[in-house]
């Protein structure tokens, strides 16, 4: 069944009831026979029958063994990090989303959870920051924001060498763009928010596990914790889910118009995109993923934060904000927004630089996407004392 067939159909029609959109449960409690004894939930925490559909379809896309749906996507990333004990250590992709380096350097770091950063783009370096005490490989592909592309595939063969899991957080690809669990991962996160809901108007996370034995563990952590997605937002998730395809189809095609409008631009210094020939991970991106995302970022040349902030407040139909994956347009400067819990030394080595400026296209017509950013560049361009001072080239 193909992919666009399958995020309609997967989702079912309810069986009490005939309806074709899924019931909102909205219910704390559920009435039990006896003691023990009920229709298969009893306490909205520990399941929902609205929350359940999400699970089994996050379940399905992925491939995974089990699905299950929490109230953000850092509380998804943080049922993962639950898994590991005091002493385990964790080799993760180096520009890792700035919340995530926040969860592991501000919370877990001090009940002895150790993580090193790492170019995952280049496995041999994976392979050099491995221990005898590393439990996750932690990869994030596309990298948020510079949108690094790592091989799934053979940083699986390594992981599992090692006794190790592979941990994929797969928001930017989505379900449809890419199959962490197919190519050998363990286990799959998102920040739902984003692509999946796909509308901005819901924060979810998710967490699919491909053996059986390690989803019954991140039940046990869902349950134990109670970071659970409620029922309506579950809804919203739902119905986000059944235009995935055609929203990412149009998203990519506007971000790849937009890429390599942008590459011909005097004003910028690079581009990161991995649909770009010139993306030093294209071929990688090409072979694992089937589309290449809507998110470009990219560097205003000799550009710093005064220089990024006149840009991503020019800007008409991409508007300034957190987030990205939506119908809507987004901009944002990741270096004092997205990525400011990052110390500015880590950031900066990965490539998250003052003059970065990150897009996240949504389904306008493109050409209106591109005609936008080129009116910003107008309006910088006029916010300039002296223009023959700036070297563009």
Same mark, same amino acid.
């Not at 379809?57 to 590991?84: C, M, N, P, R, T």
């Not at 439990?135 to 990298?143: H, M």
């Not at 928001?171 to 190519?183: E, H, K, V």
């Given at each position: 069944?193909?992919?666009?067939?399958?995020?309609? /159909?997967?989702?079912?029609? @309810?069986?009490?009831?005939?309806?074709?959109?899924?019931?909102? /449960?909205?219910?704390?409690?559920?009435?039990?026979?006896?003691?023990?004894?009920?229709?298969?939930?009893? #306490?909205?925490?520990?399941?929902?029958?609205?929350?359940?559909?999400?699970? @089994?379809?996050?379940?399905?896309?992925?491939?995974?063994?089990?699905?299950?749906?929490?109230?953000?996507?850092?509380?998804?990333?943080?049922? &993962?990090?639950?898994?590991?004990?005091?002493?385990?250590?964790?080799?993760?992709? @180096?520009?890792? #989303?700035?919340?995530?380096?926040?969860? #592991?350097?501000?919370? #877990?770091?001090?009940?002895?959870?150790? %993580?090193?950063?790492?170019?995952?783009?280049?496995?041999?370096? &994976?392979?050099?920051?491995?221990?005898?005490?590393?439990?996750? %490989?932690?990869?994030?592909?596309?990298?948020?924001?510079?949108?690094?592309?790592?091989?799934?595939?053979?940083?699986?063969?390594?992981?599992?060498?090692h006794d190790a899991l592979l941990v994929v957080d797969n928001t930017f690809a989505s379900p449809i763009g890419q199959q962490p669990i197919a190519l050998g991962a363990d286990i799959v996160i998102h920040s739902a928010t984003k692509y999946?809901a796909g509308h901005s108007d819901v924060i979810a996370g998710a967490v699919i596990a491909k053996d059986p034995e390690v989803a019954a563990r991140i039940k046990y952590i869902q349950n134990a914790t109670g970071a659970v997605l409620g029922?309506?937002? =579950?809804?919203?998730?739902?119905? *986000?889910?059944?235009?995935?395809?055609?929203?990412? $189809?149009?998203?990519?095609?506007?971000?790849? +118009?937009?890429?390599?409008?942008?590459?011909?631009?005097?004003?910028?210094?690079?581009?990161? !995109?991995? *649909?770009?020939?010139?993306?030093?991970? /294209?071929?990688?991106?090409?072979?694992?993923?089937?589309?290449?995302?809507?998110?470009?970022?990219?560097? %205003?040349?000799?550009?710093?934060?005064? @220089?990024?902030?006149? !840009?991503?407040?020019?800007?008409?139909?991409?508007?300034?904000?957190?987030?990205?994956?939506?119908?809507?347009?987004?901009? =944002?400067?990741?270096?004092?927004?997205?990525?400011?819990?990052?110390?500015?030394?880590?950031?900066? +080595?990965?490539?998250?630089?003052?003059?970065? %400026?990150?897009?996240? =296209?949504?389904?306008?017509?493109?050409?209106?996407?591109?005609?936008?950013?080129? $009116?910003?560049?107008?309006?910088?361009?006029?916010? &300039?004392?002296?223009?023959?001072?700036?070297?563009?080239?």
């Amino acid at each position: 069944m193909k992919n666009s067939t399958l995020l309609i /159909h997967a989702v079912p029609v @309810d069986a009490a009831t005939g309806s074709i959109s899924v019931p909102i /449960h909205q219910t704390s409690t559920f009435v039990q026979d006896a003691p023990g004894v009920n229709k298969g939930f009893d #306490y909205s925490r520990s399941n929902n029958p609205t929350r359940k559909v999400l699970e @089994d379809l996050l379940a399905q896309l992925e491939g995974g063994a089990g699905g299950f749906a929490f109230s953000s996507g850092l509380a998804a990333v943080d049922a &993962v990090v639950k898994l590991l004990s005091s002493g385990d250590e964790v080799v993760a992709v @180096d520009d890792i #989303y700035g919340g995530t380096f926040r969860l #592991y350097a501000g919370v #877990y770091e001090k009940f002895g959870v150790k %993580i090193t950063f790492v170019d995952t783009s280049k496995p041999e370096k &994976v392979a050099e920051a491995i221990t005898e005490r590393t439990k996750f %490989i932690w990869l994030e592909t596309p990298t948020n924001p510079t949108l690094k592309i790592s091989d799934i595939a053979l940083l699986a063969d390594i992981a599992h060498a090692h006794d190790a899991l592979l941990v994929v957080d797969n928001t930017f690809a989505s379900p449809i763009g890419q199959q962490p669990i197919a190519l050998g991962a363990d286990i799959v996160i998102h920040s739902a928010t984003k692509y999946l809901a796909g509308h901005s108007d819901v924060i979810a996370g998710a967490v699919i596990a491909k053996d059986p034995e390690v989803a019954a563990r991140i039940k046990y952590i869902q349950n134990a914790t109670g970071a659970v997605l409620g029922p309506f937002d =579950c809804w919203l998730t739902i119905r *986000g889910i059944e235009t995935l395809e055609l929203r990412l $189809q149009r998203q990519s095609e506007n971000a790849l +118009a937009v890429a390599q409008w942008l590459e011909g631009r005097e004003e910028v210094e690079r581009v990161h !995109f991995p *649909g770009l020939s010139s993306h030093p991970n /294209h071929a990688i991106a090409a072979k694992q993923q089937a589309y290449f995302g809507g998110v470009v970022s990219f560097v %205003i040349r000799n550009g710093n934060t005064d @220089d990024a902030t006149d !840009f991503v407040t020019s800007t008409k139909l991409f508007k300034l904000a957190e987030s990205l994956g939506g119908v809507k347009s987004l901009l =944002c400067h990741p270096a004092t927004m997205t990525h400011k819990s990052t110390p500015r030394d880590v950031r900066e +080595a990965a490539g998250v630089v003052d003059g970065l %400026i990150r897009l996240s =296209c949504g389904i306008e017509n493109g050409d209106d996407l591109i005609d936008d950013l080129d $009116q910003a560049f107008v309006r910088q361009r006029k916010k &300039v004392t002296n223009p023959a001072n700036i070297n563009w080239k």
